[in-house]
Nanobody, 112 residues
Framework: QVQLVESGGGLVQPGGSLRLSCRAS????????MAWYRQGSGKQRELVAQ???????YYTDSVKGRFTITKDNDAQMVYLQMDSLKTEDTAVYFC??????WGQGTQVTVSS
């Protein structure tokens, strides 16, 4: 049974930083494509960042230079470091494995 558990969301002021974490079980992280998606209120879910088993990394244009996706295969963890946060980054952030498995999401609110 695959489980993805996110943590690290919260309320932060514009320009601030947050680090999201995703703990994976039931999969071999080193063999998986892991991603972070987000869904703002009234918006479609969108891919934010992705890292595959060869450490190829993708970022959507709106977060390039501000967000960093990393992983620790031994610890079965995926991280999303979010810096220079903007109000438009406000959303529920979801961890995803192989475009199939989803976590429950963690709320990120960027507001002054």
């Amino acid at each position: 049974q695959v489980q993805l558990v996110e943590s690290g969301g919260g309320l932060v002021q514009p320009g601030g930083s947050l680090r999201l974490s995703c703990r994976a079980s039931g999969i071999i992280l080193g063999l998986s494509t892991m991603a972070w998606y987000r869904q703002g209120s009234g918006k479609q879910r969108e891919l934010v960042a992705q890292i595959d088993r060869r450490w190829n990394i993708y970022y959507t244009d709106s977060v390039k230079g501000r967000f960093t996706i990393t992983k620790d295969n031994d610890a079965q963890m995926v991280y999303l470091q979010m810096d220079s946060l903007k109000t438009e980054d406000t959303a529920v952030y979801f961890c995803n494995a192989d475009q199939v498995h989803w976590g429950q999401g963690t709320q990120v609110t960027v507001s002054s």
